[in-house]
């Protein structure tokens, strides 16, 4: 499938230092290449052994060891997200497999060892626009649709004004919610968008505030890389 937004990314580019699920997913492979396999428990997670070197290795924002471990006396797969959620992506493209109770490198997964460009190329796009971010929060909840849409408005009002918080973003395509309170639509416009692009390092979080909903959002070098949109000065509304 061609992703017509994107922009191929070179592997020594600088900007992949942001890139926090393909930079992840890289450092798995080359776990595999390295020690050969990870094993697995028998409901087919990672094992312990190796979420604990994960959440080391990932430093992933919010995800720290540190702040793990305050919840956690020890870590399973599902307690660390990120590494849950590449498990299931690099299986489902066929970068790792699983033999028995091991999971292995692929010999596609072997193709990307030393091209982090490419591979940003390759996970970034299909799990922005072919995963369904609504899934995790449950049959209720009405899915807002494509990320492509929200890309554009994106573009301009971080542009204009930065950062953007979910509840500004709200306003700005869709107007003020009716009544205090809890907004789905809000709390949507969070999970399935703003995070997604925080995930794959095109949005980075400025947390001022202890409240997910407070958090602040800028373009990372990234967006700008990897995305061919102009600005044009006129916000369009999605709905």
């Not at 692929?106 to 591979?119: E, H, I, V």
């Not at 794959?200 to 979080?205: F, I, R, T």
């Amino acid at each position: 499938m061609v992703y017509p937004l994107f922009q191929p990314m070179q592997d020594d580019d600088p900007a992949l230092d942001k890139a926090l699920l393909s930079r992840s997913a890289l450092q798995i492979l080359h776990y595999l290449e390295t020690e050969g396999s990870i094993g697995l428990t028998q409901s087919r997670f990672f094992n312990r052994k190796f979420v604990q070197w994960a959440a080391e290795a990932f430093a992933w924002p919010g995800y720290e060891p540190e702040t793990l471990y305050r919840y956690n006396k020890v870590l399973n797969e599902h307690d660390l997200p990120p590494l849950d959620l590449l498990h299931w992506l690099l299986h489902e493209l066929r970068l790792i497999r699983h033999a028995k109770l091991t999971c292995r490198l692929t010999r596609n997964g072997k193709a990307f060892l030393d091209r982090p460009g490419a591979l940003f190329d390759f996970l970034t796009p299909r799990y922005l626009f072919e995963v369904d971010h609504s899934v995790p929060y449950g049959t209720v909840r009405t899915p807002l649709g494509s990320i492509t849409q929200f890309l554009g408005p994106l573009n301009e009002l971080i542009h204009a004004t930065k950062p953007i918080t979910s509840a500004s973003l709200r306003e700005a395509l869709f107007g003020a919610p009716r009544q205090i309170g809890y907004d789905e639509l809000q709390s949507s416009l969070q999970c399935e968008v703003l995070m997604p692009l925080t995930w794959v390092g095109l949005l980075e979080e400025e947390r001022e505030s202890t409240r997910t909903l407070d958090t602040g959002y800028t373009k990372t070098p990234l967006w700008n890389r990897a995305l061919g949109i102009p600005v044009t000065n006129h916000l369009q509304s999605v709905h």
